[in-house]
Nanobody, 116 residues
Framework: QVQVVESGGGLVQVGGSLRLSCAALGARVGAFETMEWYRQAPGKQRELVATLGRSGSTNYGDSVKGRFTISRDNAENLVYLQMNSLKVEDTAVYSC?????????WGQGTQVTVSS
């Protein structure tokens, strides 16, 4: 059984930085086809923020390009989302999703709040 757990959320001021972590308990993060970070703000649809492929390829949503970086640490078995130059509109619950074929493993999410 795979369990995805996010951590690292919190309250930060505009222009600040946070690093989110995603752990896949019971599996190696490098084994998944893709690892993704999503976010959902109140009253808004869930948004794909960043994708990391097994090969190391990355893709980002337009709203975070140049500010966010997704990466993987195989030794620590973690996937990170480094978020810089945070804006109020980045406030949301951030969730990690691990994909392998027809299987999709979601975490509970971690709250990120950016204050002005």
């Amino acid at each position: 059984q795979v369990q995805v757990v996010e951590s690292g959320g919190g309250l930060v001021q505009v222009g600040g930085s946070l690093r989110l972590s995603c752990a896949a308990l019971g599996a190696r993060v490098g084994a998944f086809e893709t690892m993704e970070w999503y976010r959902q703000a109140p009253g808004k649809q869930r948004e794909l923020v960043a994708t990391l492929g097994r090969s190391g390829s990355t893709n980002y949503g337009d709203s975070v390009k140049g500010r966010f970086t997704i990466s993987r640490d195989n030794a620590e078995n973690l996937v990170y989302l480094q978020m810089n130059s945070l804006k109020v509109e980045d406030t949301a619950v951030y969730s990690c999703n691990a994909n392998l074929g027809e299987y999709h493993f979601w975490g509970q999410g971690t709250q990120v709040t950016v204050s002005s």
